[in-house]
């Protein structure tokens, strides 16, 4: 099999181009503006001619190609528009010409955005798929929109096409200066782990699976969470905006190992992502979650698949920024 990946020097994108490669099984394209290692043509997605000569032969797209979140304030929202929509466009279209039999497209939780907040005293929000997105920036929006693309055509083209919600799963420090301040950067993305990380290794599973659903067309369209299995449950959203820890000491033993660590428990948690849909139905499992995080700690190792450390933290932007509170500008 052929497969198209897009955004090939980031993240997730280099992480499906190793792992594909080293599997030795597939011919795997790599489509980006940047050139890196991983990135076997240099170019915009927007471009339709260059698109073409990407796209033969191709039996699948893996688009993660995309403007993020830390650019909402360095680049315009006409940008965001002519990356993540009109891009998405370009290669649906494509795809349905060179007769490409999976389309899968990286999206986001933050396109959630309003939804993932409780009100003051609220308990915690239960996000599974059936939860409304509301939107709360450009990238969320361009996001949802390049979702309804996706489904648009695979409801006019009889193109299957499925939609990964992926949470973080970058190594970059958080944005958020209280967040750095107040937990060491591992302890912070552990804790994540419970509610709203995917590991890297898992996501790029996740798009595996994807494929060969798509393929097999026992699913035309979807749309997935992509996030670590939480041990918590939904009868528990109450306890968990008021005491976390206590929560979840009823599922995993963590203290011997954050003790010895000097990490801390998150006190409360607004929000947890439910992955139970995309386990079902992409017959994706996850191996990375909490409670396999504490024990890899347990033994001294990491707590996260190698394959994190091997594609390693890139940052967002090509410059630096002198003088800012975080290690890049942020807006919502």
């Not at 609220?122 to 920036?137: C, L, Q, S, T, Y």
Request: proline share 5%; net charge negative; glycine share 8%.
């Amino acid at each position: 099999m052929k497969i198209l990946v897009t955004g090939s020097a980031g993240h997730l994108g280099e992480g499906l181009m190793r792992v594909l490669r080293a599997g030795g099984e597939h011919e795997v394209v790599g489509v980006d503006v940047l050139e890196t290692p991983f990135t076997t043509d240099v170019g915009m997605i927007q471009d339709r001619d260059f698109l073409a000569g990407c796209m033969r032969g191709v039996d699948a797209v893996i688009h993660t190609a995309t403007l993020h979140k830390p650019h909402v304030a360095t680049h315009s929202k006409q940008d965001f528009v002519d990356t993540n929509i009109t891009g998405t466009l370009a290669l649906l279209e494509e795809a349905v010409r060179h007769k490409v039999s999976a389309f899968i497209f990286t999206s986001t939780t933050s396109t959630f955005g309003h939804a993932l907040k409780p009100a003051p005293g609220e308990p915690a929000v239960w996000i599974d798929e059936d939860v409304v997105p509301i939107p709360k920036n450009i990238y969320g929006a361009t996001k949802l929109g390049a979702e309804h693309l996706c489904e648009l055509f695979s409801r006019e083209q009889e193109l299957p096409c499925l939609v990964l919600r992926t949470s973080r799963f970058f190594p970059e420090e958080d944005d958020r200066k209280a967040s750095r301040e107040s937990f060491d950067g591992d302890n912070l993305k552990c804790n994540e782990l419970l509610y709203r990380r995917v590991d890297l290794h898992d996501a790029v599973q996740a798009h595996l699976c994807a494929i060969e659903r798509a393929r097999e067309r026992s699913l035309m369209f979807g749309r997935y969470i992509i996030s670590a299995t939480t041990p918590f449950t939904r009868a528990e959203v109450d306890m968990l905006a008021q005491d976390a820890p206590a929560v979840l000491r009823q599922h995993v033993d963590f203290d011997e190992v954050y003790g010895r660590l000097g990490w801390r428990m998150s006190p409360t948690i607004e929000r947890v992502y439910d992955n139970a849909r995309a386990r079902r139905e992409l017959g994706w499992e996850p191996v990375i979650d909490f409670g396999a995080a504490i024990e890899r700690l347990s033994r001294g190792e990491s707590p996260f698949h190698p394959l994190v450390g091997e594609v390693g933290a890139k940052g967002y932007h090509a410059q630096t920024f002198e003088g800012e509170d975080g290690p890049y500008p942020t807006a919502e």
